[in-house]
């Protein structure tokens, strides 16, 4: 069976759409829907209900989506072995994705270290906010993610990768500086998040909820893309944000951001590394698994 016909039909089904499955396989819609119907004849079975506004998969269309994702994880098995069989050494490419807290702390770091170690390796690490990365584990675009917040998808499996602390960062001088303030001491200040998405923000609004609050209780004045950006504007002076501990250690050193706390409000994030379910982990993203534990583990 054609796994390039497989694969198209696992797109359409992922995405519920012909255009999205080529955008994402980087090939033109008619491509698509060539290989889909050339599947169906093949089986001689309607796969696809294409009349709805969106496409769904018919009773048939499920079972085969179930039987070519094992399918295609074999492919993946097969070409990993034969790219892992030269001489032991780790080679190919490392094509990951991080979300913007851990990407501004420990991962630059271990991958530079990493690929210094196994010159045949080359990485390919992009920065978005942790659902996109997580969409894009699930789409196989990515082999792996590293995120500041576990969510739900039924695509994903998530690993346990390192702790986070996540902090109220303040201007130098500012009266929050050392001093442990309550919510309602927080509501009267300017407060500066992450956009919508993010992992810290969302562990801050986890955080606020079990105290019965919301992020619209506060005085929420700028939603910023980068947690750098919510550390620049918090260090001119401009409010008050939730930033990781980690990003920041430099900063409290030279004592251009103060550190205060929120009564109540204890963040601490766990940073999760995400595969796609079902997909066989490649010799050369277990090797940078591996080697990273390790390195934080020291």
């Given at each position: ?41 093949r089986l001689g079975t309607q796969l696809l209900d294409r009349s709805g506004r969106r496409v769904e998969p018919t009773d048939a269309g ?237």
């Open positions: 069976m054609d796994t390039r016909q497989l694969a198209a039909f696992c797109a359409v089904v992922e995405r519920r759409s012909f255009s999205q499955a080529a955008e994402r396989l980087g090939v033109t819609q008619p491509a698509v829907s060539l290989q889909v119907r050339a599947l169906e004849k499920w079972r085969v989506y179930r039987g070519a994702q094992r399918m295609l994880t074999l492919e993946d098995q097969i070409v990993s072995n034969v790219a892992a069989s030269s001489e032991g050494e780790v080679g190919g490419d490392l094509v990951l994705g991080a979300s913007t807290g851990p990407a501004a702390i420990a991962v630059p770091l271990l991958l530079c270290e990493f690929q210094q170690e196994h010159s045949g390796v080359r990485v390919f690490l992009t920065v978005s906010d942790t659902h996109s990365v997580v969409e894009r584990v699930a789409a196989r675009e990515l082999e792996l993610g590293i995120v500041g917040a576990a969510r739900r998808h039924r695509g994903v499996r998530f690993e346990p990768f390192f702790s986070d602390e996540v902090i109220l960062a303040c201007p130098p001088g500012h009266g929050f500086t050392g001093r442990t303030v309550t919510l309602e001491e927080l509501r009267e200040e300017a407060l500066i998040l992450m956009q919508e998405g993010a992992g810290v923000r969302q562990i801050v609004e986890d955080g606020l909820r079990r105290l019965g609050r919301r992020l619209r209780d506060l005085d929420v004045r700028l939603e910023l893309g980068l947690q750098e950006s919510v550390r620049t504007a918090v260090a001119a002076g401009y409010g008050v944000g939730f930033i990781s501990r980690t990003a920041i250690e430099s900063d409290l050193a030279a004592g251009t951001l103060a550190e205060g706390r929120v009564d109540g409000l204890e963040v601490t994030r766990e940073i999760s590394l995400a595969f796609a379910a079902g997909r066989a982990r490649s010799r050369v993203a277990s090797e940078f698994v591996d080697f990273a534990r390790e390195r934080l583990a020291a």
